[in-house]
């Protein structure tokens, strides 16, 4: 998806800020550490492929046999501009390990793909090219497609869509005429940023500061007739549902959804206005301290501005209100900034003292909140009491009331009442660009707006291209005279169809449930798939879409589900925002020349290493420097790990020295020691939990601890020794674990090493190891206990001794009693079930 950028007030979240670190910038020479060689990759993939298309393995496709836990997956689905980025990799790679955990756990794991295909860059360079956006935006997607299956990502590619496809915004369009139908869908006249060299309205992402992003020219706000849908009518159950989301989304993203919505209780005021015979109603939260009144001001850019303003001052007030439309309103709302207004000239009077107020007009109120206008009260607001101090209005020190006893009061005189204010406005739709889903209405002179009917859907967009895309103040459909023209659905006579488009955010609103009945032509999806898989269990994605297209997706949810077709009422149980992969402390950019392509190093490293050294930089959610990840080192770990087929082949080949019939080793069967069963159960353990706390690094540390545990276990036995037949077994065992843990992080390396193992067809079907409980072949082991770092006692213990008991079984020591002895102990740490320190007082 492309990343939005909202005009309202709630602030960007604050990134992990890192200190600048020299970037990569010299190429080293081209890598022969590449654990997998190229050839090698290129053969998996296709096998994979091979695998998924095979009736009898489906792989990485769910079964839905109906016995196992189901498991929806998803990533945030890419906006084909070109080929995958660091970015895409990150994310990938993050949502592939929970993916195929899950899997090797036994669930039926659902995980498509698919591209968020309509929107602008698209169409912009259609224009260059003198083509159709379509075919740009398919040879991108074939890019990234080929991309993503060379990055090994276990996606189930037979539900891939995108949503440019004709098959898929027909059911775009569905929905908009379902919101329609409800009175959720509607046409109003609404300011847009409008740019009159290029005589189109721009996206908020064209404008940069204030000025078109093509042609530089000064944007202006202009009112146009546009399609909204009525996201405010769920404002209360897009805040509460909100609360079955705590701890499983993150804080800071519930915090900007909860801000955005901005739920403010508080009352109406109104105001009457001196010599004429209507009011100025007013929002305010602090109705307690009405009676600090001195003044009320009204946005400038509002109806009650221009109504109200006297003839005397209108030319000063219209130069300010020009001025105040040419800026957006996140800086008419920044603190500190230096307030400014026009005295319009009329007065009001207060609704409970009499007194005679005057109206101002300043931009610090905003149009479209609360009703558009403030009351004034210096004495307890510090915006007002600066716009008092600038234009020596009073300032009345009266201390706040009581808010019952002032609401009732209101409430009695009928000049106010208890009120509920959002920051949430309705959603606007409608786009005056060609790709995009039409608007599936048409316009008749006879009828008005007639919807078209479900069965002519889609509403197909014509084939244009080229100059016919250029804007001209109107949608380049306008210019499409024959596709315009069109006939009534309801009364049959000459009407013409609408030619806005829909906002790509309709389209990615809703693409959670089309994965669910991929290539349904009489659904847009089967209530049946969805009650089998929704929720989404676990939705990966960047925190650029913590605000708009995750609100938008839960409305679009909570309407479906209104109307009977989807189960849960919120999309996604979870949410993890990965970090971004930024370069020598810096965001990734062209003109900082720090930019770093996926495919080099994939070319350089091979698939595997960059994965890795993607996952082991440190956990998920922070910020990935590039300069600072060491593909190289995990080249070597994987080099080591692939080592294990041969100790493992050298444990079980039959030693020539031995006497007899030259079959198994000979040195004995039990094995012996029982050091690496018991890293093993550890370790695997250990490992599970981490991934399933999204701690994939350490979880990869953990891995890395196991290999060489198994490579020592196995150097231990000599080239001249016999292995015992227990050694053997315990080495394969835990080559074969790391091989399927290993196939989470770097799928191709554990293919080889599975395959090496003797198996197939693939690690992606094997399940999570099950390692026998230690107890069960462990004895004691010495546990030694330290009093301030230096050793007192061993203690004979059991191996799987708990860390309580452990630290019982230290502090009744004699040993340590005799120190303790008149001390506090401040702190025992407990490493169970080899070391415990106690740590007193001085
Ligand atoms: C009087 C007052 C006294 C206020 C006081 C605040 C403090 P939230 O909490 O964000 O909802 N307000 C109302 N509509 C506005 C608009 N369209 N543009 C700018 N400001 C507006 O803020 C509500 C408060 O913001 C309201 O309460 C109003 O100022 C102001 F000591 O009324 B108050
Ligand atoms: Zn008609």
Not at 52 to 74: E, I, T
Not at 420 to 447: E, F
Not at 495 to 502: G, K, Y
Request: with cysteine; hydrophobic share 45%.
């Amino acid at each position: 998806m492309t990343a939005p950028h909202p005009t309202a007030p709630p602030p960007a979240p604050a990134r992990t800020g890192a200190a600048p670190r020299p970037a990569v910038t010299s190429t080293p020479p081209p890598a022969d550490g590449r654990p997998v060689p190229p050839e090698t990759e290129r053969a998996w993939e296709a096998r994979w492929a091979a695998l998924q298309d095979d009736p009898a393995v489906r792989l990485f496709r769910p079964r839905a046999d109906g016995d196992r836990p189901r498991r929806y997956l998803l990533t945030m689905f890419p906006y084909p501009s070109g080929d995958l980025h660091m970015g895409h990799a990150e994310v990938f790679a993050i949502e592939d390990v929970v993916a195929r955990y899950w899997r090797a756990r036994g669930h039926d794991v659902l995980n498509p793909v698919g591209w968020d295909s309509f929107g602008l860059p698209a169409e912009n360079a259609a224009i260059r090219r003198d083509e159709n956006p379509a075919t740009f935006t398919d040879a991108n997607i074939a890019t990234q497609a080929a991309s993503i299956r060379r990055y090994g990502v276990s996606f189930d590619w037979s539900r891939r869509l995108q949503t440019s496809d004709p098959g898929y915004y027909r059911w775009t369009q569905w929905l908009f005429l379902r919101l329609l139908e409800h009175g959720l869908a509607y046409r109003a006249a609404a300011p847009v940023n409008w740019c009159p060299q290029d005589a189109t309205v721009l996206a908020n992402e064209q404008v940069v500061g204030g000025r078109c992003e093509r042609c530089g020219a000064q944007v202006v706000r202009r009112e146009l007739t546009q399609w909204f849908v009525r996201t405010t009518a769920y404002a209360d159950r897009l805040l509460d549902d909100m609360a079955d989301l705590a701890d499983a989304w993150p804080e800071r993203v519930l915090t900007m959804q909860r801000n955005w919505i901005g739920r403010s209780r508080g009352a109406r005021v109104r105001f009457p206005v001196v010599g004429g015979d209507t009011a100025i109603e007013v929002f305010t939260t602090r109705p307690d301290t009405l009676a600090a009144v001195t003044f009320v001001v009204v946005a400038p850019d509002g109806p009650l501005a221009e109504s109200l303003c006297e003839p005397a001052v209108r030319d000063a007030f219209e130069a300010y209100r020009a001025a105040a439309r040419a800026e957006p309103e996140v800086t008419r709302w920044a603190a500190g900034r230096a307030p400014s207004g026009v005295d319009l000239g009329v007065h009001v009077r207060h609704p409970t003292t009499g007194a005679e107020l005057p109206v101002w007009a300043a931009d610090y109120v905003l149009p479209g909140y609360g009703t558009g206008a403030v009351m004034g009260v210096p004495a307890h607001d510090d915006r007002d009491r600066a716009f008092a101090d600038v234009y020596g209005l009073p300032v009345l020190d009266v201390p706040p009331a009581d808010p019952d006893v002032t609401l009732a009061a209101l409430e009695e005189g009928g000049t106010g009442e208890r009120a509920t204010s959002y920051r949430l406005r309705d959603w606007l739709v409608s786009r005056q660009r060609y790709w995009g889903a039409p608007v599936p209405v048409v316009h008749c002179p006879a009828c008005g707006v007639v919807p078209v009917p479900d069965a002519a859907l889609p509403v197909r967009l014509p084939d244009l291209r080229g100059d016919a895309l250029l804007p001209r103040g109107t949608s380049p459909l306008a210019g499409a005279r024959d596709w315009v023209t069109t006939s009534c659905p309801r009364c049959g006579g000459t009407a013409e169809r609408d030619t806005d488009t829909l906002d790509t955010f309709v389209d990615s609103s809703w693409y959670f449930l089309r994965y669910l009945s991929p290539g349904r032509d009489d659904v847009a999806f089967d209530p049946a798939d969805a009650r089998a898989w929704m929720p989404v269990a676990r939705y990966v994605g960047g925190v650029e879409h913590a605000i708009l297209h995750l609100l938008y997706s839960r409305f679009v949810t909570k309407f479906l589900h209104d109307l009977g077709l989807v189960v849960p009422v919120e999309p996604f149980a979870s949410l993890l925002n990965q970090g971004q992969v930024v370069n020598g402390g810096k965001a990734m950019s062209k003109s900082l020349g720090n930019g770093v392509a996926l495919g080099e190093q994939l070319d350089r490293y091979g698939v595997d290493a960059v994965r890795l050294a993607l996952l082991f930089s440190g956990p998920p959610e922070d910020d990935v420097d590039w300069a600072d990840v060491r593909p190289e080192a995990m080249q070597r770990f994987l080099r080591r790990a692939l080592l294990l087929s041969d100790d493992v082949a050298r444990l079980e080949r039959p030693a020539r020295s031995a006497p007899g019939e030259g079959g198994a080793p000979v040195a004995g069967d039990d094995g012996g020691d029982p050091a690496l069963p018991r890293t093993l159960h550890v370790l695997v353990g250990e490992i599970a939990d981490l991934v399933e706390a999204d701690r994939f690094n350490v979880a990869v540390a953990r891995l890395m601890t196991l290999v060489s545990a198994v490579r020592s276990a196995a150097a231990a036995v000599g080239p001249d020794d016999a292995p015992s037949r227990g050694v053997a077994r315990d080495v394969r065992e835990a080559a074969e674990a790391v091989a399927v843990i290993l196939s989470l992080f770097a799928p191709y390396s554990a293919e080889e090493l599975w395959r090496r193992l003797g198996h197939g067809p693939s690690v992606a079907l094997a399940p999570w190891p099950e390692v026998a409980a230690p107890a069960a072949r462990a004895g004691t082991v010495v546990a030694v206990v330290q009093v301030d770092g230096k050793v007192r006692d061993r203690l004979d213990v059991d191996a799987s001794i708990g860390e309580d008991a452990l630290r019982a079984l230290a502090l009744a020591s004699d040993a340590v009693q005799r120190r303790v002895d008149g001390t506090t102990v401040r702190r025992v740490v407990v490493r169970a079930p080899h070391l415990v320190n106690v740590v007193l007082a001085r």
